[in-house]
């Protein structure tokens, strides 16, 4: 059936093999890489304390989030792509998908289930446009690889900064050049779209890895206007209020616009078919910021907590809610929305009663923790292709973590970098692998190894590579930027040891290798296998 047909199916009484009052909600999810918890939304949200929300433009998201439901405490399970989608796909804790616990070298157990597989077999007319699962084997396991794709009109759009840059250079005007990569987003998603049969309900995966790493130094203000100097006094205390990182950080947030322009792309096309009103839209990302210290990699807030907007029409809107929600719970969850059996094994928790609430504010009372974690991100990044262990425990006031590890670093090791010597500018630029392995390249990173003698940025380089106590914990009501660790403070002494209790109760009762057994199964092949050479060079592989 053609795509006109098939509409025109839709707007007759009866005439479908599903009415529209029977058919179930189509699911549009917006999965950003490496965006964290930055949306326009989330300054009014958090009551105006100074951030780089009060900087960014994200009407889109702002929309999904003033008609439907934002959260303020989403956490991703792992701040690493892999681990991360292992989680969200299958609905367990990232340290119970086997080799999916990983990134370079995972591997998908087919015998887990997925929410999207479980949804196409339900009825759902499933596809995806870009990134997915991966790195990993095969790429995007877990969605049924590539034949759930459409992306034959390019993937211009996950390179948006390089690629508009160009344009631009060579006389096309800047809106005309972004343009065509919207034009790329929309020609992919139509396609999708025609291969429907019939009325099929849709599940539908957006997955634009342009928030990651690289991006064209300045193309925040050139593309988007976003003036470095706005974000003066708006970023975190770890980092350095210096104009080389406000620039970084400026940059970052346009790849983040981009990705709230394509969102537009797609509400508009749902709109243009008659769809949007019965059609579930979440919008997220996988984890925080790349190549800044306490980012990607780390399970401090900057690092595991991520933007959640969430409209379903006919539900109660226009909702700000507190209550925690770990990335895997929107497996349970898309499968409730599908009315699709949640399959034995699933550790995360369905949230479709929160987004069926009327109220704001604390919602579910046993909402009010989450547990993150990590283990290997750059295989190279410590001898012996050795892991990090970490997980975390997060409430409301408090945050704890356990590093398994102390004594390795935990951004990977130093490489050529001492007091006296360091790789090139260049390099620490464009060389994720140059040294410190688990952030990646990027202006900030060199700026920070380009001033580890300077006494002003002692503590900042210090806390961005160095090695870390075996715990830490942060009072969050004092401490919203967790720099302060009060963990051998006597006067907290108790909370301590009620949040390691807490921790290890729930990693004991879920099964985690790291603290069952011998607890060294991440320390072992195939955890520690050596992956395939890589290219050197910051520069992302197209995935």
């Not at 058919?23 to 949306?39: E, M, S, V």
């Not at 877990?142 to 759009?157: M, S, V, W």
Request: net charge neutral; proline share 8%; with cysteine.
């Amino acid at each position: 059936m053609t795509l006109t047909m098939g509409l025109l199916g839709l707007g007759m009484s009866g005439a479908c093999a599903l009415g529209a009052a029977e058919r179930k909600p189509n699911i549009l999810f917006c999965f950003a890489d490496d965006w964290g918890r930055y949306a326009r939304a989330y300054d009014a949200a958090d009551g105006g304390r100074p951030s780089p929300n009060q900087v960014i433009a994200t009407p889109n998201v702002d929309r999904v989030a003033r008609e439907g439901v934002l959260f303020r405490h989403a956490f991703v399970n792992a701040p690493s792509c892999t681990p991360c989608r292992s989680a969200l796909l299958s609905g367990r804790y990232f340290f119970a998908t086997g080799r999916g616990a990983i990134l370079q070298c995972a591997e998908w157990d087919p015998a887990i289930p997925t929410w999207p597989l479980l949804l196409r077999d339900a009825g759902y007319h499933i596809g995806k446009m870009y990134k997915v699962w991966s790195p990993g084997t095969p790429a995007d396991a877990g969605y049924g690889g590539q034949q759930h794709a459409y992306e034959k009109a390019g993937r211009g759009f996950c390179d948006f900064s390089e690629n508009v840059t160009a344009l631009v250079a060579h006389g096309v005007p800047l809106a005309e050049a972004k343009e065509r990569m919207y034009a790329q987003v929309r020609e992919n998603f139509e396609a999708f779209l025609a291969a429907r049969e019939g009325s099929k309900p849709l599940c539908f995966w957006f997955g634009p890895t342009n928030t990651h790493r690289k991006w064209i130094r300045g193309s925040g203000k050139a593309l988007w206007g976003i003036d470095p100097d706005a974000l003066k006094g708006r970023l975190p205390k770890f980092l350095p209020d210096v104009p080389e990182i406000r620039e970084d950080f400026a940059d970052y947030l346009g790849e983040a616009q981009a990705f709230d322009a394509a969102v537009g792309v797609l509400i508009k096309k749902m709109k243009d078919i008659g769809e949007f009103d019965r059609t579930v839209v979440v919008v997220s990302g996988d984890h925080g910021a790349p190549g800044f210290p306490g980012g990607k990699c780390n399970l401090y807030d900057f690092g595991v907590g991520v933007a959640l907007a969430v409209r379903w029409p006919g539900q109660p809107a226009g909702r700000v809610v507190e209550d925690f929600v770990n990335l895997m719970d929107l497996a349970p969850t898309f499968l409730d929305i599908g009315d699709v059996a949640i399959p034995p094994g699933m550790q995360a928790r369905s949230f479709v009663s929160v987004l069926r609430s009327e109220k704001s504010g604390w919602v579910d009372p046993e909402r009010e923790f989450v547990v993150t974690g990590r283990e290997r991100h750059v295989a190279a990044a410590r001898d012996g292709n050795l892991p990090y262990p970490q997980r975390s425990f997060r409430t409301k006031d408090f945050l704890y973590v356990r590093n398994f590890a102390p004594d390795r670093w935990p951004m990977g090791g130093p490489m050529s970098v001492t007091e006296a010597a360091a790789p090139s500018h260049e390099e620490l630029v464009e060389n994720t692998f140059a040294t410190f392995s688990d952030m990646d390249s990027s202006p900030t990173k060199a700026w920070m190894v380009e001033h580890r003698n300077d006494p002003q940025w002692k503590w900042h380089y210090n806390y961005s590579f160095g090695k870390r106590p075996a715990e830490e914990l942060y009072d969050l009501r004092e401490d919203p930027d967790e720099i302060k660790n009060l963990v051998d403070d006597p006067a907290h002494a108790d909370i301590k040891r009620q949040l390691s209790g807490r921790l290890m109760k729930v990693l004991t009762g879920n099964g985690d290798p790291r603290v069952t057994g011998d607890g060294m199964t991440f320390e072992r092949p195939p955890f520690t296998d050596v992956p395939a050479p890589k290219a050197k060079g910051g520069k992302r592989k197209k995935k």
